[in-house]
């Protein structure tokens, strides 16, 4: 069965730091790429970022590129997401995605992990 | 970057069939593939369909997806309508040039 589980969200202060991480199983994670989405309380979906195999390629959306970084560590079967200068809009619940094939959309989804930016 | 533009509410009744629209703001809807989820209140997203007309495993063949190049639209269509579609249904692209995912903003479907 492929599992996706998310953790490391929580309460942060604007301008700090957090780190989540996707632990996968019940599939190959080497061979497949990866996304992150979030969701912004009451809002919808918003991609921000993905990884290919080999982690060479890495792609950011405009509203995280800078702040973010997306990395993995094939070895572990894990996704990591390192979030800096965090600001109040950056506050949602964070899901990470299997894409199916490359380009070819997102076949199974974690649960997600919230992170909440506020003084 | 395009848009991927979706109605932000649609209702309809059950046993009825329900299209929901998924118009990409520029560039030609058939230059990429697109994809749909459903959300259920307080859950992840699941796939429906993908590659614009596969559905996923397990979905029903109740739903299905098609584009348009006339409208630069793209479509996924609900056939005998149950209360439990009720849902929130997003569509996804990528955009070759920036390399970047795209989802459109979501259509709250509503049965009654």
């Known amino acids: 069965e492929v599992k996706l589980v998310e953790s490391g969200g929580g309460l942060v202060q604007p301008g700090g730091s957090l780190r989540l991480s996707c632990a996968a199983s019940g599939f190959s994670f080497s061979r497949y790429e990866m996304n992150w989405v979030r969701q912004a309380p009451g809002k919808g979906l918003e991609w921000v970022s993905h990884?290919?195999?080999?982690?060479?390629?890495?792609y950011y959306a405009d509203s995280v590129r800078g702040r973010f970084t997306i990395s993995r560590d094939n070895s572990k079967n894990s996704l990591y997401l390192q979030m800096n200068s965090l600001r109040p809009d950056d506050t949602a619940v964070y899901f990470c995605a299997r894409e199916r094939d490359s380009t070819s959309g997102n076949d199974y989804w974690g649960q997600g992990t919230l992170v909440i930016v506020s003084s | 970057n395009f848009m991927l533009i979706q109605p932000h509410s649609v209702s309809e009744s059950p046993g009825r069939t329900v299209t929901l629209s998924c118009t990409r703001s520029s560039g030609n809807i058939g230059s990429n593939f697109v994809h749909w989820y459903r959300q259920r209140p307080g859950s992840a997203p699941t796939s429906l369909i993908y590659?614009?007309?596969?559905?996923s495993s397990g979905v029903t063949d109740r739903f299905s997806g098609s584009i348009d190049s006339s409208s630069n639209s793209a479509s996924l269509t609900i056939s005998g309508l149950r209360t439990e579609d009720e849902a929130d249904y997003y569509c996804q692209s990528y955009d070759s040039d920036s390399r970047v995912r795209v989802f459109g903003g979501g259509t709250k479907l509503s049965v009654l």
């Open positions: 590659d614009n007309n596969q559905r």
């Open positions: 990884i290919r195999v080999r982690a060479i390629s890495k």
